[in-house]
């Protein structure tokens, strides 16, 4: 535990970070406007358009993660696991599905890493 007054290390910014996946299921609380989802159906070209940004988005990791290094892809990998429900937990299918895609991103970016001497 960090003494008061000094910064947390990353040890402890990345339990917090990722401590929101067992209460929230990793979500920031959302906006007063946006609370009710049913409000506002997306129209097919917003979810075209939203599509065409994960993609990039997924695309944009991957080449981060290709030219990070060993550790970042191992807690990347960590992170995974994390998310990943635990025994006695409630299995939901999208947290087992964020964690697959994590772990898939990593595995693809290692077929762009450049070699190291």
Partial sequence: MPRSGSPPDSSELRRRALSRWDEEGGAIAPAPQAANLDEHELTNAELVHLRIRVIALENMMIAVLAEGSD??????????????????????????????HMTDFVERARHFRTVRP
């Fill in 71 to 100: 550790r970042q892809l191992e807690v990347a990998r960590e992170m995974a696991e994390y998310i990943s429900p635990r025994q006695g937990a409630t299995q939901h299918p999208l947290t087992i599905q964020a964690a697959d």
